[in-house]
């Protein structure tokens, strides 16, 4: 019994230590909750306040996009301030301004901009910057308001290969496996297959087993429709001003690769007349048709009132497809049709974004063989009513006339677009980032 109490004692004091050592590891591992959850309110505090700063500078730009688009002409201006200074919103603001970055090519209708919105939330601000540039239709590889020609269906088929954005205020006609390498946007929501011949309305992007077209980068039905219009009305004045060429008649153009152009008028009474490209690159024939082929090295934009025909190759004498640094840059506006002339060469190829206002891009009789290889077109092609660049059998699914199409976009038009191009009344956004 000697021994009990101090064995007791001793057994006492360690369960005193160990319950001291467990109080102040629970006492540790509190104060670290603590403070964990407090690092944590406030990491989610500050995470709120940088994410609802970030919207505020995000409806900014929003609202300085929406500004630009209702105002009557594209603003001109070192620094504009839409609104005078902070703009209140919620429980934060924002403050825009946007920076005039000049015009765009020769157009003094397509400018481009440096937009800032900085959105501040309580003591965090964030700050964005988008590059804008005024819409201009460079920008499509393809356009069309309809995709029929005198009210019959015009079809891709399955040699046709599309490599660019491309927009229909239609819907398109599918027959067999045509490829479209880039954006594809319909206005109505649907594709008309051809469907062994029974045509039928789908949505969606295929008709197995008959036509399967490849869509690499899928088709946007639904989109908004934009309205073209029907008179070059920026190269006309461009053209009829000291530093343009604007004539009469029937007129021919022979473009050279030394940067000037042979040019045939009988009112002028020239006959293959050497002369420089004008000096503001704007040609146009009023009440005549314009013929053009050749080598181009500078950059022009050529239109008539009239019908354009193309009887010949056009060309860049610094190939871009080559050389992405090129300036060579060629326009082609017809206020009725551009025409390839039937007696065009096989295999033709057309560097230049053409714009036919009146009707249509087509190949004259269209409809007569033999097949002649294939329209390669690098730029664009925009129209009103989509015109046939020939035919196909389809039951043995041969061509029987004119051309198969390989189209691709040039990407410099999208900055650097023809002189005058017509402008669609948009903004397109260039490149967006948080400085």
Not at 373 to 397: C, K
């Amino acid at each position: 019994m000697q021994y009990f109490f101090p064995r007791l004692a001793n057994k006492k004091g360690v369960a005193l230590i160990t319950t001291f050592f467990a109080i102040t590891v629970l006492l540790i591992f509190c104060g670290l909750f603590v403070m964990v959850s407090i690092s944590q309110n406030m990491a989610s505090d500050r995470f709120r306040r940088r994410t609802r700063a970030f919207y505020l500078a995000e409806s900014g730009l929003d609202r300085a996009i929406f500004w630009l688009r209702t105002q009557p002409s594209p603003p001109v201006g070192d620094k504009i301030d839409p609104w005078g200074g902070a703009q209140n919103l919620g429980e934060g603001s924002y403050t825009v301004s946007i920076f005039d970055l000049g015009m765009v090519g020769a157009n003094s209708s397509i400018r481009r901009y440096r937009v800032r919105s900085s959105g501040s939330f309580g003591n965090i601000t964030r700050t964005l910057t988008n590059y804008v540039q005024v819409d201009n239709y460079a920008r499509y590889l393809w356009f069309t308001d309809r995709e029929v020609y005198g009210g019959v269906n015009v079809w891709f088929w399955t040699q046709d290969r599309l490599n660019g954005p491309t927009h229909t205020n239609s819907h398109f006609n599918i027959y067999g496996n045509p490829v479209f390498e880039s954006e594809v946007r319909s206005v109505d929501d649907y594709i008309r297959f051809y469907n062994n011949g029974i045509n039928v309305n789908l949505q969606q992007t295929s008709n197995s087993p008959y036509d399967e077209p490849v869509f690499l980068e899928g088709v946007d039905f639904g989109v908004q429709p934009t309205t073209m219009p029907n008179q070059a009305l920026s190269l006309r004045s461009a053209a009829n001003s000291s530093e343009g060429i604007y004539l009469s008649g029937n007129t021919k153009v022979v473009l050279n690769s030394d940067g000037t152009m042979s040019v045939t008028n009988s009112k002028k009474k020239w006959k293959d007349k050497d002369m420089p490209l004008p000096a503001n690159g704007a040609l146009f024939v009023n009440n005549g048709s314009l013929h053009v082929s050749g080598t181009l090295n500078g950059r022009l934009t050529v239109g008539s009132s009239s019908d354009v025909v193309i009887p010949d190759s056009i060309v860049y004498a610094d190939d871009p497809k080559l050389n992405p640094n090129s300036d060579d840059v060629l326009g082609v506006i017809s206020e009725r049709d551009i025409v390839v002339s039937y007696d065009a060469p096989h295999d033709l190829e057309i560097d230049a974004c053409m714009m036919s206002l009146g009707t249509s891009f087509m190949m004259e009789d269209w409809w007569v063989g033999p097949a002649k290889g294939t329209l390669s077109v690098y730029g664009g092609i925009i129209q009103d009513e989509r015109g046939p660049v020939g035919t196909f059998n389809s039951l043995a699914g041969t061509k029987v006339s004119g051309y198969s199409k390989d189209y691709s976009y040039d990407p410099r038009l999208l900055s650097n677009p023809p002189p005058y191009m017509p402008t669609t009344g948009d903004y397109i956004t260039l490149s967006w980032q948080e400085n």
